[in-house]
Nanobody, 127 residues
Framework: QLVESGGGLVQPGGSLRLSCAAS????????IGWFRQAPGKEREGIAA????????YYAHSVKGRFVMTRDNAKNTVYLQMNDLTAAHTAVYYC??????????????????????WGQGTQVTVPS
């Protein structure tokens, strides 16, 4: 089970840190990703980590602005989001990929490759 938190209303230029807490040990997954879905748009992957080697991948749209980290002791991954704009308004989800999932699919944030999903947390940035 994955539970996201940390969303909310933030002014343009502000920051938020999202958390994704796993009920089990995060190292039991092959990867964890962050996704978002804005109204009327498809779900898109924005960051992912492959758990065995700790490599982190970012979508081009967020590189340099969002930072994904993990805390193994807390079984939690985070997404630090900086300099937010109205374009970042969306529901943000974390998702986990099983150990059988190819690393390439995780790195490419293919959302159908992620088997377990949180309920999502809303991020709203007014224009």
């Amino acid at each position: 089970q994955l539970v996201e938190s940390g969303g909310g209303l933030v002014q343009p230029g502000g920051s938020l840190r999202l958390s994704c807490a796993a009920s089990g040990c995060t190292s039991s997954y092959n990867g964890i990703g962050w996704f978002r879905q804005a109204p009327g748009k498809e779900r898109e992957g924005i960051a992912a980590i492959t758990m065995r080697d700790g490599k982190i991948y970012y979508a081009h749209s967020v590189k340099g602005r969002f930072v994904m980290t993990r805390d193994n002791a807390k079984n939690t991954v985070y997404l630090q989001m900086n300099d937010l704009t109205a374009a970042h308004t969306a529901v943000y989800y974390c998702a986990a990929a099983t150990y059988a999932t190819p690393l390439l699919y995780i790195a490419n944030m293919r959302f159908r490759s992620f088997a377990y999903w949180g309920q999502g947390t809303q991020v709203t940035v007014p224009s």
